[in-house]
């Protein structure tokens, strides 16, 4: 059965801190791996890697894909009380380009 | 670019009312939407998978007759709660995948749903 798992679960951090999320997969046929952030309406979407090794950035954040770990991570620089949402990631199949979510990390960027 | 509309944002109606709920991709096509449920603090859980001009594919546990799916153009799909009661009360979301399928699901606002 499909599985993506997100670690931690939660996280609080003070403005300026540095945080890495994490995401493992086990996903049949994959295809991609998405970034989503969520805060109180539906998910924007953030990143999509399909290639291990390559670094995606927008602004202060970046991403990286490690498909012989089944593994991803999300890093986020100079947080912001802004940044302050839930990071979903998620997993493609490339027969049907279902999303399989994780569980999502809840962020909260502190003053 | 990549924007989606769901409409209504908001529903309240009483128990046995059927609700449609509108997704439309406003300035991309798309052959294939979803719609997924959110319960409070959780993760999206998809329930199914809208294709232009076919029937629905549906996920192991969701009712295809409580919950019908029309995908009638390459811009607009609809879900209808039909005959709902207060279980069905959640946060409805739909995302659409521009075409060609390599694209990322873009998401809809949701549809918070109360039945009381």
């Not at chain 2, 944002?9 to 059927?18: D, L, M």
């Not at chain 2, 959780?42 to 232009?52: D, G, I, K, R, Y």
Request: proline share 4%.
């Amino acid at each position: 059965e499909d599985k993506v798992v997100q670690s931690p679960l939660s996280l609080v951090v003070h403005e300026g801190d540095t945080v890495t999320l994490n995401c493992s997969y086990e996903v049949t046929n994959f295809r991609s791996l998405l970034w989503y952030k969520q805060e109180k309406k539906a998910p924007t979407f953030l990143f999509m890697l399909t290639s291990s090794g390559i670094e995606k950035k927008s602004g202060r954040l970046s991403s990286i894909l490690d498909k012989k770990e089944l593994f991803s991570i999300l890093n986020i620089t100079a947080t912001q009380t802004g940044d302050s949402a839930i990071y979903l990631c998620a997993g493609t199949r490339s027969n049907t380009g279902k999303l399989i979510f994780g569980q999502g990390t809840t962020l909260q960027v502190k003053p | 670019g990549a924007v989606v509309s769901q409409h209504p944002s908001r529903v309240i109606c009483k128990s046995g009312t059927s609700v449609k709920i509108e997704c439309r991709s406003l300035d991309f096509q798309a052959t294939t939407m979803f719609w997924y449920r959110q319960f409070p603090k959780q993760s999206l859980m998809l329930m199914a998978t809208s294709n232009e001009g076919s029937k629905a594919t549906y996920e192991q546990g969701v009712e295809k007759d409580k919950f019908l799916i029309n995908h009638a153009s390459l811009t607009l799909s609809t879900l209808t709660v039909t005959s709902a009661h207060p279980e069905d009360s959640s946060f409805y979301i739909c995302s659409a995948r521009p075409d060609p399928t390599n694209q990322p699901q873009h998401f809809g606002d949701g549809t918070r749903l109360s039945i009381l």
